[in-house]
């Protein structure tokens, strides 16, 4: 009895410890006003709770995301995603005036916890933004936090051997995308820069393995859609500065 209450304890203790690594988010649902002359707007995104700092810079960075999302000036008093919505508003109803046939503008934005260990924890950013012309952009972005340091982190700094991991994912891309080996990395359409395979801006820890996206238009015609890439952590792991278990 008292070997099954230890393994219980253990285990219980271990759940404990895994449970209190985690942090504490909650859901937040922010939308514009309801009115015939006002752009569509609603975000959804986790709102980080935990009083430290790793929290707080998840904050800031979503805060930070959304205003370069709906935010068309240069105004640096809009600081909040609240100032952001209005000036949204503001830019769209300007704009109404002038050209009373303007189709609506709308814009979603949905942000989810897609990754999280007791070292970093990984959000992602899917949006989406309709201001005339032809069709919107719909874009995804990641956004990597050190949880201990309690700072997001650049891309580079997710790599101990950033060249190696390059290497890697160009094979695999290629492989992926038929593109073979020994001819131009844009021999079957894609529009890299320089005719030379570089990393998506938007890198992100999943449960499967780094994910790369390429948005639309980064590599790829609009029509093509955002290209991605996962790369399971057994097999990258010799290039990441913080070792993932698969």
Known sequence: MKKHLGSILFLFILISCQSESKL???PIKLQSEECDGCPKIEINIPNALDDSPVSEAINRSLSEEII???????DKTIDSADKAIKSFTSSYKELKTKFPDEVQWEAT??????????????LKLNSYSFTGGAHGYASTSFLNFDKKQGTELENWELFDDLDGFEDFAETKFRIQEKIPQDTNINATGFMFEGDSFHLPNNIGYTKDGVQLI???????SYAD???????????INLYLKRKMKS
């Open 24 to 26: 504490t988010f909650e």
């Open 68 to 74: 370069s999302i709906l935010s068309f000036t240069e």
């Open 109 to 122: 934005i949905d942000g989810e916890v897609v990754y999280e260990d007791e070292n970093v924890v990984t």
């Open 214 to 220: 390429y948005n639309q238009y980064e590599v790829a």
């Open 225 to 235: 859609g955002p290209i991605v890439l996962i790369l399971p952590y057994d097999e």
